[in-house]
C-alpha cells in the first residue's frame, strides 16, 4: 500500500459481461487487476436483459475457453429465424457458421464473475462501490470505492476501466459526454415453458413493419424460451395495465408463434420503458469504457452481450502490451478508442435509426424481401444481423443490386409464415 492508495496495473469497475471479460484478459496477460463490483453477492446478475448472444461473440467465448462452462450451465446453440411480411428467412446453420448462445443471465453472470476472479492476478472487491475518480494532471489515475461499511478505498492504475453499464457512473465522473438517440420502443418479456418454436431451438425474431412493433422468442436454458415485445410507446397504455394479456395478445398476432399462455409463464415480468440508444468516445487519458458504457444500443438486435465481450477484448489487444511495459499507454488507448468507433458506430447509426419507430426503408424492405426469398440472401442478412460484418458490408452496391434482382422475382408479401427458404438440412450441431 503506498502512501496515496493500493497500485494495480488495472482497475476495472463493474463485473458484468464486459468487466468480467476485460479482467479475465488482462489478468492472462500477467497483470495485477483489481476488479470493483458494488454488489455484495457472488451471484448477482443482470435482471433487466434477454440471453441472447449473437455469434459475433463466439470466438471471444472460445478464446476465453469457456465454451464448456457454458455448456455445463445448459447454454444453449442456436441461429435466428425472421419474419417480416416477406414471409420467413431461416437461418442456415452450417457447419462453418459459429453459434449463438443462449444462457440467462442468472447463470452467466456469477460464472463469468467466478472465472474471473479466479484468474491469477485479479483481486475480486464485492460489495465495493467506485464513488470518484483519482486524477493526476489531466489524467485519470484511479478510483475511489467505497464499502458496505463506508470506508473509502484509493484504487491507483495505469489503466482504469468503465465496465459500470448503461449510465456510467464514470463517464459521468470523467465528464466524457454521451450521444443520445432516443428509443421510441418500450420493451415487456417473461419467461416460459412451451414447446420451443416451428425449427427446433432457433429463436425467432417478427419485424412486423409497417407496425413498429417486434417480437422475439427465444429459447435457452432449463428448456425455457424468453418472450419479448417491443413496442411502440404510444401503446404503454394497452400494456401497463395487464402485461400479462397484452404478452398474451401479442404473440396471437404473430406468425408460428410458441404458445404463450400465462399458466406456462416461470418467471418474473422484464420491463424496460426506458432504453436510449448512447455512445461516447470509448476512451481518454487513463481510462477506458467497455460494454455499455461505451455504447448502450437497441436491445431489439440482441447485441449488448456480444458487444460487451468484443469490446473487452478489443481494449486489452490494444493496451496490454502498453500496460506491462508502462508506456504509450494513453496512445494505446487512444488506438482502442477508434477500434471501437471503426467497428460499432455503423451499427450505433442504424440501430438507433430504425429504434424511433419508423418504418424500413426501400432498402431494408429489398433485403428482407429477398432474404425470405434466397438462402445465400438470408444467409447474407444473418451475418450482418449476427455482427459477424459490418453494415458497409451488408450495403456493398452489389449486395444491394443482387437483393434487388431476387426480390423482382419473388413475391411482393406472404402475409403468414409460409416457408419459403427452409434450408436442407445439415449435420450442424444445432
Ligand atoms: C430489455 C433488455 C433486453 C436485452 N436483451 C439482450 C439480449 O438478449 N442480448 C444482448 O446481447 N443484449 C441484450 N441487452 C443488452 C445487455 O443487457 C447489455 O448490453 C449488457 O448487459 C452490457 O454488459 P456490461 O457488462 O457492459 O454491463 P452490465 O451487465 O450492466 O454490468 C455492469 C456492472 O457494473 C456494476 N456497477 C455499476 N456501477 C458500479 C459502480 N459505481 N461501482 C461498482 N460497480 C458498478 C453493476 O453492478 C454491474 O455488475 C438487453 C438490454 C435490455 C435493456
Known sequence: VSAEGDRFDVVIVGTGIAGSTAAMLYGRSGRRVALVEKHSDPRAYKTVCGHFIQSHAHLVIERLGLVRDFEALGAVRTGVDTWSRYG???????????????????????????????????????????????????????????????????????????????QSTLGKLAGVEETVKPNNRFAYAAYYRVNPTVRDKQAQVWFLDPDPDYAIASPTDDGLVQF?????????????????????????????????????????????????????????PGLAFVGDAAMAADPVWGVGCGWAFESAEWLVEATADAVAADQGVDRALADYAKTHRRRLYGHFLLTSSYSTGRRFNPIERLKLRAAANDSTAARHMQDYTERLITPGRYLTPRAIARAAAVALRSPRSRGGGAPSNEPQPTSAAN
Open 88 to 166: 420467413w428467412a431461416y437461418h442456415d446453420a452450417r457447419d462453418d457458421r459459429p453459434p449463438s448462445w443462449n444462457v440467462r443471465r442468472a447463470k452467466l453472470d456469477p460464472m463469468l464473475r467466478e472465472a474471473a476472479a479466479t484468474t491469477p492476478g485479479v483481486e475480486l472487491m464485492l460489495g465495493c462501490t467506485a464513488t470518484d475518480l483519482i486524477r493526476d494532471g489531466g489524467r485519470v489515475s484511479g478510483v475511489e470505492v467505497r464499502d458496505r461499511s463506508g470506508e473509502v478505498r484509493r484504487l491507483l492504475a495505469k489503466v482504469v476501466v468503465a465496465a459500470d453499464g448503461r
Open 228 to 284: 419479448a415485445g417491443f413496442i411502440s410507446k404510444d401503446r404503454l397504455g394497452d400494456w401497463k395495465g395487464d402485461v400479462e394479456a397484452a404478452l398474451v395478445r401479442h404473440a396471437a398476432r404473430l406468425p408460428d408463434a410458441p404458445a404463450i399462455r400465462p399458466e406456462a409463464r416461470e418467471s418474473k415480468f422484464i420491463a424496460k420503458l426506458e432504453m436510449p440508444n448512447t455512445i461516447r468516445r470509448a476512451a481518454i
